[in-house]
């Protein structure tokens, strides 16, 4: 049974950094695509960055490019989302998705994972 678990999510002020994980327990995690999206109340869930199984370029979102890096650690089975310079628009619950065989143009798309976590929640303070 795949499970994906994301942490490091929570409060953080306007422009402040926050960095979250997501823990695979994927065997071959080298062997996956994964993905990072987000979704605030009332949107749909949007693409924020993905890495392609045995590529280690990562690919983001307009609205993320030079905020935010993605990394991977495949001997961890665990990816990353540094997340620098936290704007409004940041503050949405986080998902890690995974699976096993994507192309670069279905890379931002949600259906086309196979495997999800359950979330992270990342606000914004006042």
């Known amino acids: 049974q795949v499970q994906l678990v994301e942490s490091g999510g929570g409060l953080v002020p306007a422009g402040g950094s926050l960095r979250l994980s997501c823990k695979a327990s994927?065997?071959?995690?080298?062997?996956?695509?994964v993905g990072w999206f987000r979704q605030a109340p009332g949107s749909e869930r949007e693409f924020v960055a993905a890495m392609k199984r045995y590529n280690s370029n990562p690919y983001y979102a307009n609205a993320v490019k030079g905020r935010f890096t993605m990394s991977r650690d495949n001997a961890k089975a665990t990816a990353y989302l540094q997340m620098n310079s936290l704007s409004a628009d940041t503050s949405a619950v986080y998902f890690c998705?995974?699976?096993?065989?994507?192309?670069?143009?279905?890379?931002?798309?949600?259906?086309?994972?196979?495997?999800w976590g359950q979330g992270t929640q990342v606000t914004l303070s006042s």
């Open positions: 994927l065997p071959t995690f080298s062997a996956y695509t």
């Open positions: 998705a995974a699976d096993p065989q994507l192309i670069t143009s279905t890379l931002g798309v949600p259906s086309q994972y196979d495997y």
